[in-house]
């Protein structure tokens, strides 16, 4: 070998370790957004029993949530699942076993108890209700239970209201803590999903046991926008709920990549229309949401 071809191939064997080398660096420097979504989530996916799995027993939810990778669920009252204050103890006992022995997690029960009705009697009435509703969720192994404001009562100042709910979530945050039950609201209402409402609220409850239940409500982009309400109340979301991920209008990537960056360790729920073919619309639902964070 000549030495004019000694030094060619030399020359181009640096050129191109410099161009692997050059490639790495640019890499490096874009690798804080990428390396950020495709980082292993802390998240996980479950599903509300809203709607797509209203008819379904507990047998029929758990080896479809199985069979789709879901990892939890909310069981939402008044469904074909039945799981209700009216359980006996040995049904408690044995919805609790069933969930154990899945790989489903019972993560909670989904309640419509609201707090907002300006009559004191019902409102007494319903706040023993939810007591009886945070026992059977100790029961059968929830960890929590989801409740929700709905409404501003014409007749009553808004201000009044929000303490009312306020108030009623502090003594229902402290007995499920003494039951081991979170409390979780749920950002819901006409004019109460308004998040710097729900901030209110969460301030007069003032308490570690109760959270926010992040609904994706198109209202989290009124006012100020997405990125204000969020960071209102980021640090006391402790549930997500999840409506349909094609929906263009609604910011679902920007709401994972907020919730990674709180370090969010806890459950996102489907909440999505019934299906003929749900397992399948499932799968497609848990491929785009791990899409979202970039894990696809």
């Not at 008819?55 to 209700?84: M, P, Q, Y």
């Not at 308004?194 to 003032?206: Q, T």
Request: glycine fraction near 6%; include cysteine; hydrophobic fraction near 40%.
């Amino acid at each position: 070998m000549n030495t004019n071809r000694r030094h060619f191939i030399k020359t181009a064997g640096l050129g191109f370790t410099a161009a692997i080398l050059a490639r790495n660096d640019l890499d490096a420097a874009a690798a804080p957004a990428r390396t950020f979504l495709n980082k292993t989530s802390q998240m996980h996916l479950g599903l509300v029993t809203y709607q797509l799995a209203a008819e379904w027993d507990v047998n029929t939810i758990i080896r479809n949530c199985e069979e789709a990778k879901f990892e939890g669920v909310e069981l939402r009252t008044s469904h074909a699942h039945k799981v209700e204050v009216s359980l006996s103890q040995e049904q408690r006992a044995e919805i609790k076993k069933k969930f154990q022995n899945s790989k489903v997690q019972l993560y909670g029960l989904g309640s419509a108890f609201d707090y907002h009705t300006p009559d004191q009697a019902k409102l007494r009435k319903d706040i023993q209700a939810t007591k009886d509703y945070i026992l059977l969720a100790k029961d059968v192994g929830a960890s929590g239970v989801k409740v929700r404001p709905n409404a501003f009562p014409k007749e009553v100042a808004k201000e009044k209201t929000i303490e009312q709910i306020g108030l009623s979530l502090k003594e229902l945050a402290q007995f499920g803590q003494e039951n081991g039950i979170q409390i979780r609201l749920e950002v819901h209402g006409s004019e109460t999903s308004l998040v710097p409402n729900i901030k209110k609220i969460l301030d007069v409850a003032d308490h570690k046991n109760v959270g926010a239940c992040w609904n994706s409500n198109d209202s989290d982009l009124a006012g100020e926008g997405f990125d204000y309400n969020f960071n209102l109340i980021k640090d006391r979301i402790v549930e997500v709920h999840m409506v349909e991920l094609f929906k263009e209008n609604y910011p679902f990537r920007k709401l994972l990549t907020g919730l990674q960056a709180i370090n969010f360790d806890g459950f996102c729920l489907a909440e999505i229309p019934a299906s003929n073919d749900p397992v399948r619309l499932m799968k497609y639902y848990r491929a785009l949401w791990l899409a979202y964070q970039g894990a696809l």
